[in-house]
């Protein structure tokens, strides 16, 4: 079983920056495709983004052009950077792993995080 802890959220005001970690432990990490997803209050679980063990990356609509996966397997972690972000970023992200090398579903997710608070003020 492979865990996975998020952390770097935070409150920040509109336009600027955080970095998301996501560190993961129980088995090999560069088997698994790590991706990003959000919740908003109110809202449904979205996929923000994900990097998949073939290198191919995704990016929803409202995360092109300002965040950006990437992983160091050598540190079994990977991190999203967020730049420009704006109120409707504000949710609770939580980090993903999956077996296949798409994660644009949450049913292709086999591990979760517990989630870290990113608000975004204006």
């Known amino acids: 079983q492979v865990q996975l802890v998020e952390s770097g959220g935070g409150l920040v005001q509109a336009g600027g920056s955080l970095r998301l970690s996501c560190a993961a432990s129980?088995?090999?990490?560069?088997?698994?495709?790590i991706g990003w997803f959000r919740q908003a209050p109110g809202k449904e679980r979205e996929l923000v983004t994900f990097?998949?063990?073939?290198?191919?990356?995704y990016y929803a609509d409202s995360a092109e052009g300002r965040f950006t996966i990437s992983r160091d397997n050598a540190k079994n972690t990977a991190y999203l950077q967020m730049n420009s972000l704006k109120p409707e970023d504000t949710a609770v992200y939580y980090c993903?792993?999956?077996?296949?090398?798409?994660?644009?579903?949450?049913?292709?997710?086999?591990?979760w995080g517990q989630g870290t608070q990113v608000t975004v003020s204006s």
């Open positions: 993903a792993a999956g077996l296949l090398p798409n994660l644009r579903s949450r049913a292709t997710v086999a591990y």
């Open positions: 990097i998949a063990w073939t290198g191919s990356t």
């Open positions: 129980g088995h090999t990490f560069t088997s698994y495709t």
